[in-house]
């Protein structure tokens, strides 16, 4: 899915949207190391679970600093480079027409002293998470500002186009150090809804809309 939003173009709408290099391992941990070296990713890298069945484990984050600490991995996975973004994640629901964004913390940035010194693979077991809400923080605008409207509106219409679905979210990142760079990492089909603000309501209506939509389809007798 991550290969559709690299395909769109939507530098006219106030900001560029990118995806992280990624690939996918799905056996032979040994030969992790010599598989990113051949594909050209840049340490750190974020491994996710390739598979989500709802449990702890499929949300689990491993972040890992260096090459030989890749073979400890457990595929399948997804190993995507890590981008700096100042420890925000935006989680954007999509129901049907309508878009809802809330602000999560995530894994802070990593400088290169750090990446130089440290070694090892590390776990994070709820990365943004809903009890990690940054929505009533007070963050630095350059870190806590939203995406504009404009771009989240043409992305989820792109996408809702493209992957034929009416339910996803999308966790966006923002490029560290830049107002209008952001990295799609993530897209979730049917997410839990129960944790986007007024999800009753704007279910409900999505849900009438079909409703009416189908009614209106209906032949005149």
Not at 46 to 58: M, Y
């Amino acid at each position: 899915m991550l290969q559709d939003v690299a395909d769109l173009d939507l530098s006219d709408c106030q900001g560029k949207v990118c995806v992280p290099r990624q690939m996918v391992v799905n056996k032979d941990p040994s030969s992790i190391p010599r598989e990113v070296t051949k594909a050209g990713l840049k340490l750190p890298l974020v491994a996710k679970p390739l598979v989500v069945d709802g449990t702890a484990k499929s949300h689990e984050l491993f972040l890992a600093y260096d090459e030989f600490s890749l073979s400890e991995l457990e595929p399948p996975l997804v190993l995507q480079e890590f981008v700096n973004h100042g420890g925000v994640l935006f989680k954007i629901y999509v129901v049907g027409e309508a878009i809802k964004v809330v602000r999560r913390f995530s894994l802070p940035n990593i400088s290169k002293c750090e990446l130089a010194k440290v070694a090892g693979v590390f776990r994070f077991p709820r990365v943004s998470s809903a009890a990690s809400s940054a929505d009533d923080v007070d963050l630095d605008p350059s870190v806590g500002e939203l995406p504009p409207r404009p771009l989240l509106e043409r992305l989820a219409r792109e996408l809702r186009h493209r992957l034929g679905l009416r339910l996803f979210n999308i966790d966006m990142i923002r490029e560290h150090g830049t107002q209008d760079v952001f990295y799609v990492i993530d897209i979730n089909y049917f997410p839990g809804y129960g944790k986007m603000p007024d999800y009753e309501h704007t279910f409900t209506d999505f849900l009438l809309g079909l409703v009416q939509s189908k009614y209106k389809k209906r032949p005149a007798k």
